[in-house]
């Protein structure tokens, strides 16, 4: 049974820093696509980054680059968003999500299989 947990929300400041962690169990994810998505009330989920477990570049959507980033530790099996730069439009509940055997990488939510409960960030102005 794949398990993410989400942890490292909370309520920041605009222009601080918060770091998001997902601890990933269940099986190996060698070949595995893992994401991040937020989603604010009364919109769509929409991506933010991904990584592949085996490495590689990592891909931000335009909304967060240069102010985001995301990694993993493959020993702890966890994936990390730092967030730095914060503004109120980045309030929302954030998911990691994982694409098992990736096959490709893609920023559509649907083509992810499993995801954690979510954690909240809210960043006051």
């Known amino acids: 049974q794949v398990q993410l947990v989400e942890s490292g929300g909370g309520l920041v400041q605009a222009g601080g820093s918060l770091r998001l962690s997902c601890a990933a169990s269940g099986r190996t994810f060698s070949r595995s696509l893992m994401g991040w998505f937020r989603q604010a009330p009364g919109k769509e989920r929409e991506f933010v980054a991904h990584?592949?477990?085996?490495?590689?570049?990592?891909y931000y959507a335009d909304s967060v680059k240069g102010r985001f980033t995301m990694s993993r530790d493959n020993a702890k099996n966890t994936v990390y968003l730092q967030m730095n730069s914060l503004k109120p439009e980045d309030t929302a509940v954030y998911y990691c999500?994982?694409?098992?055997?990736?096959?490709?990488?893609?920023?559509?939510?649907?083509?992810?299989?499993?995801w954690g409960q979510g954690t909240q960030v809210t960043v006051s102005s």
């Open positions: 990584i592949m477990w085996s490495g590689g570049n990592t």
């Open positions: 999500a994982v694409r098992v055997l990736a096959g490709y990488l893609t920023t559509r939510a649907n083509e992810y299989d499993y």
